[in-house]
């Protein structure tokens, strides 16, 4: 996500330390701590700086009755938890909560369960009790109070002057230094890691690091200070787009990045909406990231802002997603294909029976998180389209998509897409259906439609 300038007041509040236990602290990292694209729900879209402990239950509680089953379960907690009050994005002084030692704390205001300064660990403890993975949203850097204070970094003879490059400001979101690529800046990430890693967090998504400005010694630290937790914390980069020439790093030091600005429910341009991102640029930056995403390193397209969008959505107004039928389809064949990861932007209990329906077809699911060498074949303003190997080694997965505005007819010959063979059974994921056989690929669409299949050769 991406929010606006803003002034803040703050609050400092005791913390009490927590004893995590040495045998799970001495346990390394496991070396792909997401070996399939992680799938969930991101509070974002629907909610964005407003979410209150009962609303991430209520969710929670949806997802784990009616969606980890099909693998969803993570529940991530965006930008703003250590807000009091966020209140419209012009209001100031909003009232940081922050321990003693520069590191913000869950506001009590809305998430009353962290009293007494245990954070988010019971948080954390009823969303593991439900089978479900906990993840949050912080934005890089120090806080500039922290900085103003000069408070002390927690277990070390540190002061936060030491760590903060007061020379360095997210530019669309300013009330943090960055931290100096030095031990005190270490330091400082370290005594984040540990915290969180006493939360019992299992995904921190950090914002302002990917692009505008793109911040790979940061990147570094981050990824540094997670591993000597000793817990398996997933590093997901945001916002984009990353530029492909940081794939190496991004991919050495993170699980997931983003590829693109924000991503909302629109096929074109939102001019209205300065960042905003719609379906049709994504195609393109998708097919420049595919050569650089997979094995346990994911190129992130970004959440799926379907189903209801409310009650403070973080775009636009209170809305039930404006994709069409056709749309919100393509977009969930689009990013399993991709296999971008999957994380739901909507306010999962208002879910109606058609999104529930996109997002609990298990064919389609597969797709992103089992599919092989997924590679775009055509991308043009006419037509989209994609393949991937399946696991047996018989199976290909093809996605179609229709680019254009008007209903399109699409034939292609198996060899076009780099089949051998001359027949092919074909079964339509969507509709879970079998076509039959078939001796090219022949595909007529609505505009903006697609079809996800799969061609096993006999």
């Known amino acids: 996500m991406r929010a606006k300038g803003r002034v803040y007041s703050w609050v400092l509040t005791p913390v009490t330390c927590f004893i995590v236990a040495v045998a799970a602290l001495s346990q390394p990292p496991n070396p792909l701590l997401a070996p399939t694209p992680p799938m969930g729900w991101n509070s974002w879209d629907a909610y964005a700086q407003n979410i209150t402990e009962a609303q ?34 012009t209001q100031e002084n909003k009232g940081f909560v922050m321990d003693p030692e520069g590191r913000f704390l869950p506001s009590l205001v809305r998430f009353p369960s962290a ?10 403890d009823y969303l593991h009790a439900e089978g479900l993975k906990f993840g949050i949203h912080i934005l890089r850097g120090i806080p500039k109070e922290a900085v103003a204070r000069n408070l002390p970094i927690a277990g070390t003879s540190f002061h936060a002057t030491d760590a903060a490059d007061q020379s360095d400001t997210c530019p669309w979101n300013t009330y943090a230094y960055g931290v100096k690529d030095n031990a005190a800046g270490q330091a400082y ?56 020439s940081h794939a190496d790093e991004v991919r050495k030091y993170a699980e997931m990045w983003r590829i693109s600005d924000d991503f909302w429910d629109h096929w074109g341009v939102w001019p209205k909406h300065e960042f905003s991102q719609g379906l049709l640029q994504q195609f393109k930056n998708a097919a420049d990231w595919a050569p650089h995403t997979g094995d346990g390193h994911w190129a992130d397209a970004d959440m799926l802002p379907i189903g209801h969008l409310g009650p403070h959505p973080g775009e636009g107004d209170v809305r039930n997603s404006m994709f069409t039928e056709d749309e919100a389809r393509t ?40 599919s092989q060498g997924n590679r775009p074949i055509i991308t043009n303003e006419k037509e989209v389209l994609w393949i991937a190997a399946g696991e047996d080694g018989r199976s290909h997965y093809i996605a179609v998509v229709n680019s254009s505005n008007v209903e399109r007819t699409y034939d292609h010959s198996w060899a076009e897409l780099g089949l051998q063979g001359s027949s092919y059974e074909v079964r339509d994921l969507w ?28």
């Open 56 to 89: 991430v239950k209520e969710n929670a509680d949806f997802l784990a009755k009616n969606l980890k089953q099909f693998g969803w379960n993570y529940v991530v907690i965006d930008e703003g938890w250590y807000l009091p009050d966020p209140g419209p994005s």
């Open 115 to 124: 009293a007494d300064g245990v954070g988010f660990r019971p948080m954390g």
């Open 189 to 244: 990430y370290d005594s984040l890691a540990k915290q969180y890693a006493g939360w019992g967090v299992d995904f921190i998504k950090v914002d302002c690091i990917a692009d505008h400005p793109y911040k790979g010694d940061e990147i570094r630290m981050i990824r540094q200070a997670l591993n000597k937790t000793g817990r398996p914390i997933v590093l997901s980069l945001s916002p984009g787009p990353t530029n492909v």
């Open 331 to 370: 977009l969930l064949t689009f990013w399993c294909i991709f296999r971008s990861p999957l994380m739901i932007g909507a306010n999962l209990t208002a879910t109606d029976p058609a999104t529930l329906g996109l997002l609990t077809n298990p064919e389609v699911i597969e797709v992103d998180q089992h």
């Open 431 to 458: 509709r879970r259906r079998e076509e039959g056989k078939a001796d090219h690929l022949h595909v007529v669409l609505s505009p903006h439609a697609a079809m996800l299949l799969k061609a096993t050769k006999r």
